[in-house]
C-alpha cells in the first residue's frame, strides 16, 4: 500500500489552490494556502517544509528545521540505530500526552516528519485514566487531545488509548521502524527508561526538545496570575459558581479591580501633569533667555544713561570722600586725631587747676 502525497491543482476564482492528500490518511486532506504576507511562490502548501522556515521573523527566533533528504542516521549517540527501509516510506512513531497543544510539540512532530524525505508519522495518545492516575490531572478531556493533533500537518494518524509503556506487541501491530522521543531517560513506576528496549532494537530515532516551553509551564503561568485571571474571567460574564469561587473572593477581587482601576487613573493624571510640567518649564527658561539677551543688549544703554543723570552728583560725592581720605592720611603722619585731642584736654586741665591754686594763695594772703 503506497503512502506517498500526490498533489493536485484546482483552480478557484482565477488562482490556483493545492490540495495535499494522502489515500491512507484522510486527516491530511484539508486545503492550504499560504500567508498572504509571505513570499512563498516556490513553497508548495502541504509540503514537508513550514511555512515559518520562509518568514525571517521567524528564523531570528527558532533555528528553522530542514528536511533530511538523504536515508542517513545519526551515529554518535550510545545506542545504535537501525537504517531506514529504501523501498517504502519510513514508519515514525510519537507518542505522549499532548495537553494544552503547544509550539513544542509542534516542533518536535516537525522533526520527526522532516528525518527522511517520506515519512508517514503515527501519533499514540494516552488515555486520561492511565494520565491522571500516573502523571496527574489535565486540563482537556481525551476526546479534546485527539482533536487538537488531528489538526496537525505534520500527523498522518493518530492511535488513541496508546499504551503508556510501548511494548513489542505493539509495534509489531503498527509496523513502527522507529520511535521519536528527545533522548533523557523517562522513568515510569515499571523502568527507568521507558524506552531502553527500542533503543536496544535500534528503533529508537531522537528528537531535539523545545526549551522554555511545556504544558506544565504554560500552567505555571496562569497559576501565578491566579487572581488576573479570574478578573478576566469574571469580566466576560462567567459565574463565580463556574469558576468554583466564593462570595468573599468574588469581593476581593471586585476591590482588587477597583484599586487597579483607581491606580491606572492616578498614573494616567501623574503623566498629564507631568507633560504639563515639563512644558511650562519649558517656557520658563524661553522667557529666561529672553531676558538675559535683552538686559545684555540694554546694560551698555542704562550706564551710559545713568552717568549722563547723576555723573555731576556722584563725582561730588566720590571727590569729597576721596579729600576727606586723603586729610586723613596726612593727620596720620602727626599722629593720630585721638591723641591730640587727649593731649589738648591734658593742658587744659593743667591750666584751670594752675589758676585755681594762685586763687587760693591770693585769697590766703588778704586774709592775714
Not at 485514566?129 to 476526546?143: F, N, Y
Not at 473572593?249 to 491606572?264: D, F, T, Y
Not at 504639563?276 to 535683552?294: I, P, S
Amino acid at each position: 500500500m503506497s503512502t506517498k502525497r500526490k498533489h493536485s491543482k484546482t483552480p478557484t476564482n482565477g488562482s490556483e489552490k493545492h490540495v495535499t492528500s494522502a489515500p491512507s490518511s484522510p486527516k491530511l486532506t484539508i486545503p492550504r494556502s499560504p500567508s498572504p504576507s509571505l513570499q512563498l511562490s516556490s513553497l508548495d502548501p502541504g509540503s514537508p517544509m513550514g511555512l515559518g522556515d520562509a518568514d525571517p521573523n521567524v528564523q531570528d527566533y527558532f533555528k528553522p528545521i530542514d528536511v533530511n533528504m538523504t536515508l542517513s542516521v545519526p551515529t554518535d549517540k550510545p545506542y545504535p540505530i537501525n537504517s531506514p527501509p529504501t523501498d517504502r516510506p519510513v514508519r515514525l512513531y510519537c507518542d505522549g500526552i499532548y495537553d494544552l497543544v503547544h509550539y513544542g510539540h509542534m516542533r518536535a512532530l516537525e522533526q520527526a516528519k522532516k528525518s527522511f524525505p517520506d515519512v508517514y508519522l503515527i501519533i499514540g495518545m494516552c488515555n486520561d485514566k492511565d494520565t491522571h492516575s500516573r502523571k496527574g490531572k489535565t486540563v482537556l478531556t481525551e476526546r479534546e487531545r485527539y482533536e487538537s493533533l488531528r489538526h496537525c500537518r505534520w500527523v498522518d494518524e493518530i492511535v488513541t488509548d496508546a499504551p503508556w509503556i510501548i511494548t513489542q506487541e505493539f509495534i509489531d501491530k503498527h509496523e513502527i521502524d522507529y520511535v521519536c522521543h528527545d533522548d533523557l531517560p523517562y522513568a515510569s513506576a515499571e523502568s527507568d527508561d521507558v524506552y531502553a528496549f527500542v533503543k536496544a532494537q535500534g528503533r529508537f530515532l531522537p528528537t531535539q526538545r523545545t526549551d522554555g516551553v511545556s504544558t506544565s509551564e504554560l500552567i505555571t503561568r496562569i497559576v501565578r496570575d491566579y487572581d488576573k485571571y479570574l478578573r478576566r474571567n469574571l469580566e466576560r460574564g462567567i459565574s463565580p459558581k463556574d469558576l468554583n469561587i466564593s462570595f468573599l473572593k468574588e469581593q476581593e477581587l471586585n476591590l482588587q479591580k477597583h484599586v487597579s482601576g483607581i491606580r491606572e487613573q492616578i498614573k494616567k493624571n501623574f503623566l498629564g501633569t507631568r507633560e504639563d510640567l515639563v512644558g511650562e518649564l519649558e517656557d520658563l527658561k524661553a522667557e529666561l533667555r529672553h531676558t538675559k539677551m535683552f538686559w545684555e543688549d540694554r546694560r551698555q544703554d542704562f550706564v551710559r544713561g545713568f552717568s549722563s543723570m547723576f555723573g555731576s552728583q556722584v563725582n561730588k560725592i566720590f571727590g569729597r570722600k576721596r579729600r576727606e581720605l586723603e586729610d586723613s592720611e596726612s593727620s596720620s603722619a602727626n599722629g593720630s586725631p585721638t591723641k591730640r585731642s587727649r593731649q589738648k584736654l591734658d593742658s587744659r586741665s593743667s591750666s584751670d587747676n594752675l589758676s585755681d591754686s594762685q586763687s587760693v594763695d591770693a585769697a590766703s594772703s588778704s586774709n592775714i
